[in-house]
């Protein structure tokens, strides 16, 4: 009843202003109503441009992300891959597998080939990297080429340096093979 009460009140105070000044009370309350209502448009109006850029940013994150997990995936196989092959040549070095290929090539390198490195990869504990220098004799472009696709096919070894150096219409090969192996750990007792 109260609320009955107070909007009869009003109408009654309206009813009696003179027409002027209800005109004004009027256009009052209409520009009023349009502000409040533009405002609630422009607010929900905003409030769905922001959710539809965060969609766009969340499914630009989500290819992204699949993408990452796909190259993480393959990387994965990859190293799994590259595990199987070092376990099962782990007892090969990168000399006997460069004397039984300077054998099959029928070639004979120049120098003290037979000397071997071993250095640490950075940041990884688990391998390292077995390098073996060799120079050949003077021989033919095509010669060389043979020996680096026998070399590639293998995956055996890594090509880390090729220098080739001409002497008169031959070329001379200096060439740095590497090989990643496991760390021998020794356990403390």
């Known amino acids: 009843?109260?609320?009955?009460?107070?909007?009869?009140?009003?109408?009654?105070?309206?009813?009696?202003?003179?027409?002027?000044?209800r005109l004004y009370m009027l256009l009052c309350t209409g520009?009023?109503?349009?502000?409040?209502?533009?405002?609630?448009?422009?607010?929900?109006?905003?409030?769905?441009?922001?959710?539809?850029?965060?969609?766009?940013?969340?499914?630009?994150?989500?290819t992204e992300n699949a993408l990452l997990i796909g190259r993480y995936e393959a990387a994965q196989e990859q190293e799994q891959k590259f595990i199987e092959q070092i376990n099962?040549?782990?007892?090969?070095?990168?000399?006997?597998?460069?004397?039984?290929?300077?054998?099959?090539?029928?070639?004979?390198?120049?120098?003290?080939?037979?000397?071997?490195?071993?250095?640490p990869i950075p940041d990884n504990d688990l391998f390292e990297e077995e390098i073996l220098r060799a120079s050949f004799k003077p021989m033919t472009a095509q010669a060389i080429v043979k020996i680096l696709e026998t070399i590639d096919k293998e995956n055996i070894v890594e090509v880390s340096s090729v220098v080739l150096k001409k002497q008169d219409s031959l070329i001379l090969l200096d060439l740095v093979l590497a090989m990643k192996r496991f760390k021998k750990v020794i356990e403390e007792a």
């Open 1 to 21: 009843m109260k609320y009955l009460q107070f909007i009869k009140n009003i109408v009654d105070l309206y009813v009696s202003y003179n027409s002027q000044k």
């Open 31 to 62: 520009a009023i109503s349009v502000c409040l209502v533009g405002g609630l448009v422009w607010y929900i109006s905003d409030s769905a441009n922001i959710i539809i850029q965060n969609i766009r940013q969340i499914q630009r994150l989500k």
């Open 88 to 119: 099962q040549r782990k007892d090969m070095s990168i000399k006997t597998y460069f004397e039984k290929f300077i054998k099959e090539q029928n070639l004979s390198p120049e120098g003290n080939w037979a000397e071997t490195e071993k250095n």
